[in-house]
């Protein structure tokens, strides 16, 4: 019930891809494909009070283009630094299914800010730096806003209704479902 996080920030020409010999280590979230306890390769910190851990991050790049700015995105779950103690139990997976999709969330809420907002080609760096750490930070306290709800883990109707709520905030934000946006600069 532990979540690692992290938005990677790649700017100007770095990589966003995943290399060839990794790609069977990470799922891009999509909505038809759920996560398993198979998908779960980490070594569990038995010292830990945790059952599980999720290992999402938000991943980005830009890329300069003339006066606008290309952002790629992709929200990864990563097998091997994700992990459980308990692989049989479903409504831990569907606990550990919540923090991935709260990373999906916060990936299509950075690209409505980006979408809406406007941006200048100077300091644009600082400024994308300062926004991903601020949708960091909201997608950590969300994170930690749902294992404080969901304490008691035997809880269905909690998690149920995270899940609902995901679902929905996730639909509602169907149309910045995309991996790439461009923005124009001033």
């Known amino acids: 019930m532990k979540i690692r996080y992290g938005i990677l920030f790649f700017m100007f020409f770095a990589g966003l891809g995943v290399p060839k010999a990794q790609r069977t280590d990470t799922i891009v979230w999509q909505p038809e494909r759920s996560l398993n306890w198979m998908d779960y390769k980490g070594i569990p910190d038995q010292e830990s009070h945790y059952s599980a851990l999720t ?20 929200t990864f779950f990563l097998k091997k630094t994700s992990w459980t103690k308990h692989t049989q139990d479903p409504l ?4 550990e299914q919540i923090h991935f999709d709260i990373a999906e969330l916060h990936k299509r809420l950075f690209i409505e800010i980006l979408s809406i907002r406007t ?16 949708i960091n930070t909201a997608r950590h306290l969300m994170d930690n806003e749902f294992d404080s709800d969901v304490a008691n883990m035997r809880d269905h109707i909690k998690v149920n209704r995270w899940s609902r709520q995901l679902t929905d905030a996730i639909d509602r934000l169907r149309s910045y479902n995309r991996n790439s946006i461009l923005i124009a600069l001033q």
Not at 92 to 95: F, Q, S, T
Not at 119 to 134: A, N
């Open 55 to 74: 290992h999402a991050e938000i991943r980005y790049k830009v890329s300069m283009q003339r006066s606008f700015a290309k952002f790629d995105f992709a």
């Open 92 to 95: 831990l997976l569907k606990h």
């Open 119 to 134: 941006f200048f080609y100077r300091g644009l760096e600082t400024e994308i730096k300062r926004l991903g750490d601020s």
